[in-house]
């Protein structure tokens, strides 16, 4: 197996007809407003990476399971704000590798993978009493990206955790811009965004926004930028969408559990490689894309241009928090199949040939050791959260 003794970095984002000799990104979204679901062509185009999109069984508006769990930031206890959760049904409020690995089902279609993934949620906050409900899920895919290293890509470890974003930020990033930056030497880390597709393609974003008083545009890709956006997403098929970047270098001098030292971010080279630190593991990059069924609230706000109706279930109403967590749970040979073998792009993994284990069409649901009152009007956020941010 073979290591870069380059530290770790991940390559800036740019367009993809860049012109400079290593792997090209670029944060645009191609989405349009058509008859036909929105496929989300290339998050970012990688030369000479491959990549194929992890799709899951959902029962319509509803994750595997919600509620108050966080079994990698708050074990054995509930946590401070609800989560939604795909994959093996042996999630709980502890969870390790050979826990997920017995899991009776998963929602993933692919039938090895008995990983959790997990995001926020979303409510919204009726500006006419203030109660707050429950926005339901659309869909959620899971990118795997294969990208353009020098290193060996290996599967996930068993019971590896990851998380990406910051659920405790509620101001705009450093950087000032709205745009994706997975490039530390180009400043802080911003692996998560908003998409947001919309007919007439208008401002998103109050145009000059410093991230005070309402979200900022991505400079490079009017459809998204950080935060909540101010405007109604509608968007055929292709509501509000959270998109959210997974480290791909795992420290193993860390561990598995050790969530805030295991994972960090390849650099790229001049030979335009993605490597990791020397030591240190690559692993699949995971691209979340969470999308909520927004326009199911369209008719009980009217847009202003400077104020929105979201609110994540930790009370941010910035959007700023917004993270994602990951177990791992996968048969070692089936990934390792995928990785070598499986270059299905947006098409979908249960698209390629001779998957070990096969394909998965059970929905999963997974019981709730603290359920969410996911379907009613309710007074305050579970947990209690307190609002923090701008709203409507």
């Not at 007809?17 to 090209?24: D, F, H, I, R, S």
């Not at 929105?38 to 000479?48: L, S």
């Not at 930020?169 to 030497?185: F, N, V």
Request: proline share 8%.
């Amino acid at each position: 197996m073979k290591y870069s003794t380059k530290s770790f970095l991940l390559t800036t984002l740019a367009s993809a007809a860049a012109a400079a000799p290593v792997t090209t990104f670029t944060s645009k979204s191609f989405w349009t407003a058509t008859d036909e679901k929105p496929v989300n062509e290339a998050v970012f185009t990688q030369a000479g990476g491959t990549f194929a999109v992890l799709h899951f069984n959902n029962e319509a508006g509803k994750f595997s399971t919600e509620g108050r769990m966080d079994p990698i930031v708050s074990p054995g206890t509930n946590s401070s704000h609800a989560h939604g959760i795909m994959g093996g049904s042996n999630f709980g409020l502890t969870i390790d590798g050979d826990q997920l690995l017995d899991s009776e089902c998963t929602n993933a279609k692919i039938a090895n993978d008995k990983s959790n993934y997990w995001v926020a949620p979303i409510y919204f906050q009726s500006p006419t009493d203030g109660k707050f409900k429950q926005v339901p899920l659309y869909y959620m895919n899971v990118y795997y990206f294969f990208d353009p290293t020098n290193d060996e890509i290996v599967p996930f470890p068993p019971g590896l955790k990851i998380i990406s974003g910051d659920a405790m930020k509620r101001d705009a990033p450093s950087s000032g811009s709205g745009a994706l930056q997975l490039d530390p030497s180009q400043g802080d880390i911003q692996s998560v965004q908003w998409t947001c597709p919309a007919n007439g393609d208008p401002d998103r974003y109050p145009v000059g926004s410093d991230g005070s008083t309402a979200g900022i545009a991505d400079p490079n890709n009017k459809g998204a930028g950080a935060g909540f956006p101010v405007i109604n997403c509608d968007g055929l098929y292709s509501p509000l969408r959270q998109d959210i970047h997974m480290p791909s270098c795992y420290n193993p001098e860390a561990g598995l559990d050790d969530y805030q030292n295991n994972m960090a971010f390849p650099i790229t080279g001049s030979d335009g490689m993605q490597d990791c630190e020397e030591g240190w593991v690559h692993v699949p990059h995971m691209f979340y894309e969470i999308y909520y069924d927004t326009q199911s609230f369209a008719d009980q706000w009217t847009p202003d241009g400077q104020n929105q109706p979201f609110v994540f279930a930790n009370g941010d109403r910035t959007g700023f928090s917004s993270h994602a967590d990951f177990v791992a749970g996968w048969d070692e040979a089936t990934l390792q199949t995928i990785i070598a073998t499986c270059n299905a792009g947006t098409l979908g993994m249960e698209n390629c040939a001779d998957i070990p284990g096969g394909l998965n069409t059970d929905t999963c649901p997974i019981e709730s050791a603290f359920p969410n009152p996911a379907d009613e009007w309710i007074d305050a956020l579970p947990g209690d959260n307190p609002l923090a941010g701008w709203g409507y």
